[in-house]
C-alpha cells in the first residue's frame, strides 16, 4: 500500500486546513485509516479513525468538535478537516492505513501543519 498525504501548510490560530491522503496498491475499501501526529519531542499520536465504511469515526480527546475524518471509497482518499486550529496542533501529521483488526503497518510521508499564535 502507498499513502500519499498532502494539504498542510502555515496557518493563523483559528484557521482551517483539509489534509488528504491518497492510497493505492490495495483495495481501498478493505482498510481502516487513521491520521496521527507527531510534535518536536513528542510521541506519535492517534488523532483520528475511520472504519472501512466510514461509520463510527472516532477522535483523540484533544481534536474532538474541531476536527473530522472522512473518506471517500470512490476516490480511494481519506480526509481530515481541521477547524478552529490551536498552536498546540502544530505537529507533522501521517495517514495510516490496517487491515481490520490489525496494526496500522502502512504510512504515509507526512505533512507539515504549522498553526500560529
Known amino acids: 500500500v502507498q499513502l500519499q498525504a498532502s494539504g498542510g501548510g502555515l496557518v493563523q490560530a483559528g484557521g482551517s486546513l483539509r489534509l488528504s491522503c491518497v492510497a493505492s496498491g490495495l483495495t481501498f475499501s478493505s482498510l481502516e485509516m487513521g491520521w496521527f501526529r507527531q510534535a518536536p519531542g513528542k510521541e506519535r499520536e492517534l488523532v483520528a479513525a475511520?472504519?472501512?465504511?466510514?461509520?463510527?469515526?472516532g477522535y483523540a480527546d484533544s481534536v474532538k468538535g474541531r476536527f473530522t475524518i472522512s473518506r471517500d471509497n470512490a476516490k480511494n482518499t481519506v480526509y481530515l478537516q481541521m477547524n478552529s486550529l490551536k498552536p498546540e496542533d502544530t505537529a507533522v501529521y501521517y495517514c495510516?492505513?490496517?487491515?481490520?483488526?490489525?496494526?496500522?503497518?502502512?504510512w504515509g510521508q507526512g505533512t507539515q501543519v504549522t498553526v500560529s499564535s
Open positions: 495510516a492505513a490496517r487491515m481490520v483488526r490489525g496494526s496500522y503497518n502502512y
Open positions: 475511520i472504519s472501512r465504511s466510514g461509520d463510527n469515526p
